[in-house]
């Protein structure tokens, strides 16, 4: 089972504009088979309540908030806005245009985005992170620093090697595998799955944030860890 990229060959390992290209295929199948259905269901009835919990938590009543990497945004749905201005960004028009929910729709790289120094009170994405390396996770989150303010908080959903959902679709594809000779693909590959909170808080300082908190429960039945990160405090200092 593979749970940290450092063990990925290099060639194993998708380029920015394949994983464009994969998110495009695997968006245009949306709602298309009965695994994407019930992954629907499971975003609009159990994932957008834990999506909520954590915003409200951790993000105050108004602000400007970005969901980086936002794909369909379902699980965003229960968000309400308040006096809170939250964008959607996606390097993908496709999913931003047919399938995103979310007002505010902004199509860009979430490594280049199109925001200024210290204007941003939180970001947060779910199911993005697993499926970059260490160097552009690190890349991704030094970007969310530089916009965000010096109070400002990130919030990455975050699926473990270890979550039930995991587990089961790593099982099925052992067994199409084995019995079937058949290469069973969910998602575009996830080479980053959240292992340990060491490795994450490493990733974090490298990128001038620090580790404030992670959770995980049964309020999304156990699919992420909640990483909670902010400025670390001599970065602050100076943004200040």
Known sequence: MKTNNDIL?????????????????????????????LLMIHRQVFISRAVEYWFVKYFSEDGVFIEAGAGTSESSGR???????????DISSFVL???????????????????????VDGVWNLGVIEHFTDAQIIAMLSEFRRVMKPN???????????????L???SLKWIARI????NLSFFPPEINLFDSKLRICRLMLAAGL????CHFSIRDLWSYVVVV???APNLKKMTQ
Not at 80 to 86: A, P, S
Not at 152 to 166: K, M, R, S
């Open 9 to 37: 060959k290099q060639a194993e390992i998708p380029s920015l504009n394949d994983l464009e290209d994969q998110w495009e295929a695997y968006f245009f199948r949306e709602g298309n088979t009965v695994f994407q259905q």
């Open 79 to 89: 968000i309400t806005n308040k006096l809170r201005r939250v964008i959607a960004v």
């Open 152 to 166: 400002g908080l990130v919030l990455l959903f975050w699926p473990p090697w270890y979550a039930p959902y995991v």
């Open 179 to 182: 019995c079937f000779r058949r």
């Open 168 to 170: 089961i679709l790593n």
């Open 210 to 213: 620090e580790l404030r908190a």
């Open 229 to 231: 990160g902010g400025i």
């Open 97 to 119: 245009h047919r399938w995103n929910i979310t007002n505010l729709r902004v199509q860009a790289d979430i490594m280049r985005l199109p925001m200024p120094v210290n204007k």
